[in-house]
């Protein structure tokens, strides 16, 4: 392999996010310096917070540069090595972007493999969905057992790894999600109590019949009109994380309507981003992967595959078109 | 003194307050009990809360009853005792409503006064809008030196303790009040850096030039458009303390259409009702009380005259024509 292939940001979004906004490249695969490492990415990680860096808005993230390999998680395969560290054949978790090869000098690179577990697992309940979901719900939502906890985009990488870590901890979980066959697996498969189709138009008074003793914890991913439901919902010292607000991603306003909730509910709300606490990732990834190998914790992909299928796949995340966690497979 | 006035609440507000929702009676003095106080009341205060408990709508308080005394703080003097704790002369405060005379069995009674602060300043500044400033300020925005706080109805009660006990702690105080009498006082009289006129119609952008820093914490009185100024200023991990809503008391959508802020900047937002907090009042006004002593806390009151003019006063209040801590002088 002399060359490989790439996908650059090719121009910020007008609103929706388009194809023309990606551009394919095939790029050649760099000699390595000392201390280099030379990794095959195996899948590469699809996310909302992308749809952010494609803006220059101000944001918590300097924007992604144009004409550069879009940002993304991935996990590979150590193909060449220069570095003491790493040998050819390790299983590896980066920032390897929209690229089937990536070239790191090992700093911010995570062992990962060696169990029976999946690859792509790295990117997804294992990865930084699993421990969003475990900051939010241990460190914001501190559900007590007999509580009542509400997650949108509840089939999600994220939000179905809160709502079973709300079920072991004795909660009741309801989760919002988009359509029957989505919420049939967030209350089947995932075990949550109930969800909520959005899409079938009866979102307050389904949620009100869901949540019969009122609400106590939020973990919202999506914002909008889901999120006002549930803070309708909320009882007194309800807490909430905020973790998403995919509604608004296209720069359209999304404001909370049920913005007085937050004062007569005295409400503890707090937005964050995972990769700001850095220092709970072992104590998180540890307590999830051995609830992963005890077989408590569930999770499902859709997988793209190839890396020329990332765009689509992208923008059908953003439509709520994937079901789980959504990865593109880079190898054949 | 056989009867006194009262005024009780007549009707619900169907929109904006009206002076028809309430209704002055006279009535007898009641016998003490053995253990009972009568108290004649001096000062009633107007408070937005009282805004709240008129409407039945679900809140964190149950409603005032229909044709009982409002419910509101007082500040007077014992006039007969029947409770060893208490002689006659005594200062107190309590919650006597808006009432000539209270009977109280000493149970939510404060020994005020003995000192040169006017009785009226255990409604304000030493009372609960002091103590929901200083809640707010240490327990929620935990503003440190050199950061910019922004705080809404600045020249009211509560919003001037706020920003002097910003200035205190060496941060930047901004204040947002409505006109130029008020921005020249929170200015000139209490020591903030700055003071936008939220009538002059160029919120955000006055705003903006006031906090060229940004906003590290927001004490929020009102809602709406001028909390959303705010929102559109804060820094990453900006603090929030959620006290008020007056925008929205009528009943209508005060919607925060800055929310896309909270996450992006990874806002830590609380609602509080201080009186659920009553294990830090001792030390809030020992500490209040301190820095008044010591000349390094300065208030204003707004004072109308005689039980009849309070339903008046209180329409006011709600419109924001107060100027400064409103009470009620209840005696001539």
Known sequence: ?????????????????????????????????????????????????????????????????????????????????????????????????????????????????????????????????????????NQIMKAKAGETIVVSAASGAVGSVVGQLAKLKGCRAVGIAGGKDKCDYVVDELGFDACIDYKAGNLEADLAAATPNGVDAIFENVGGAVFDAALGRTNAFARVALCGMIAGYNGEDVPIKNARMLLTNRVHLEGFIVTEHMELWPQGLSELATLLAGGKLKFRESVAQGLAAAPEAFIGLLAGKNFGKQVVKLIK
């Open 1 to 137: 392999m002399s060359t490989y292939q790439r996908i650059v940001l090719a121009s910020r979004p007008a609103g929706a996010v388009v194809p023309d906004n990606f551009r394919l490249e095939t790029v050649p695969v760099p000699e390595l310096s000392e201390g280099q490492v030379l990794i095959q990415n195996h899948f590469l990680s699809l996310d909302p917070y992308m749809r952010g860096r494609m803006s220059d808005a101000k944001s918590y993230a300097a924007p992604q540069p144009l004409n550069e390999t879009m940002i993304g998680g991935t996990a590979g395969v150590v193909v060449a090595s220069r570095n003491p560290k790493f040998a050819v054949g390790d299983g590896v978790a980066g920032m390897g972007g929209w690229a089937e090869m990536m070239v790191s000098d090992g700093a911010l690179l995570r062992k990962v493999g060696g169990s029976k577990v999946p690859l792509s697992a790295y990117l997804g309940v294992l990865g930084m969905p699993g421990m969003t979901a475990w900051y939010g719900f």
